[in-house]
């Protein structure tokens, strides 16, 4: 019922005066030159869509001059009926006719802090953050995401100004308060103090960016800022601070994270990329490639990592004519920016190093953990989308007679979904709680394991929910269109969340070392 660019190029209109007609009046309107149809109660004219309609003029012949709501419902998404660029087509309403409306919620298609109604985490700041986050994010992004995902169009710039001015862009590092009020923004979206936030309105905001179902575009809002940017602001210079977090935060400029290379993938300590001092000790030379970058398109800033005499060191690198990006296709949208950067002769003042030379692991190190963490949360979000989109399909579509919610094998594919993403979502809640509670230097030593544990949970979650929801949409699932998108868009897309940030064999044996050192260090009881 539409296509995308049928509404984009359709002039507006004024919406008519909506009359009442009877059900026997529509009956006369059931000719391929004059078709009306009755959806929930209201009444359309389609003649002249019919013809730009995407499945055809047939379907629309077949239904002209009757209630064609259950076909309606069978075919197309729920939500299409309001959006404003239909009215249009609305001409009036049935007489005598109650809607039949169409599940606007779905069970468990909200985090526990959205819907408890008490809980230990989640406090009056917390909604009011939310509330304005997704505000936001309808107002700004999800007009064009799917749109823009779709045609793999970078976040333009004029949207990253628009959520710069907002607060949107440092509500992303609402935890680090203190830099927040140095950068300027002495409040948050929902009028949120930055110094009283913590990581639950980081989580928060995760969940609403990955709630449009876009993955590769929201990974191009937010993917390369949000593990680019940490490692400036907590191991930087004052200097190097004051030049790039305002800017980055206003929207101005972005940042992206360079540290994976063709030769090693997860092998942090084995890069190839080196940065030679100068004789006067003022600038760096820096050569070699990094692959897979998030945001690399269109970075300004790459915070990259590269072996030196003393060790392995963290250097931004400002995109300068050393440095050339090529695109990278991947199986998600090309919205991310994903990059193959290469370094030649790149030549870089000192003061752009990060902390101390030759501590450049130690920082990435430190940085992925919290990357990680940030990866769970949107992976498990896009999980619990794909458990609502299934849950609204069951509960419309029916097939031999009966909706697909009274199968139950559908519901038990349902209740396996349901119950694994709120399992992660309770581990991800209990880390995060911890996380509050502790110093980062804690972070690091405590919950690295655990971190790594849950990530490879969650990635094993997210193919459980792939394939179910594969099942319960059918070919829907495999059309880039229509009812089954987003379960599409996520079949290209969870394979990523199970090798970024560390593969899911790394993060498992990752946990499990972890715990054996600590076991190590402790009498623990024999069987």
Known sequence: FGSRSFLRESPCHTTPVMAQFTLDEVAKHASPKDMWIVIDGDVYDVTKFSALHPGGQFPLVEVAGTDCTEQFYGLHRGDILKNPRFAKLKIGTLAGKKAELAVQEAPYSEAHGFWRKASPYYTESHHRFRAAIREIMEREVIPTAAEDDEEDSYPSPELMLALGKAGFIAAMFSSDGKVVKQAGFDKLPGGVDPMEVDE???????????????????DGLNGGLAIGLPPVYKFGSQKLIDEIVPAVFRGEKRICLAITEPYGGSDVAGIHTTAVKSADGKTWTINGVKKWITGGMFAEYFTTLCKTDKGITMIVVPRSAGVDTKRIKTSYSGAAG??????????????????KEGAGFMYAMANFNKERWGMVAAGNRM??????ECFKWALQRKVFGKRLIDQPVIRFKLAQMAAEVESVHSFLEDLTYQMTQMSPKEVNSHLAGPIALLKYQQTRVATLVSDNACQIFGGRALTRTGMGQFVEKFQRSFKMQAILGGSEEIMADFAMRQAVKKADGKQVAKL
């Not at 994903?338 to 902390?355: F, M």
């Not at 999980?383 to 609502?388: A, D, K, N, T």
Request: charged content about 25%; aromatic content about 14%; some cysteine.
């Open 338 to 355: 994903t990059a193959y950067v290469e370094y030649k002769d790149c030549v870089v003042p000192v003061e752009y190093t990060v902390g």
């Open 383 to 388: 999980s619990r989308l794909m458990v609502e």
């Open 200 to 218: 639950f309105h980081e989580l928060i905001l995760t969940e609403e960016v990955k709630r449009i179902g876009c993955y590769g575009f929201s």
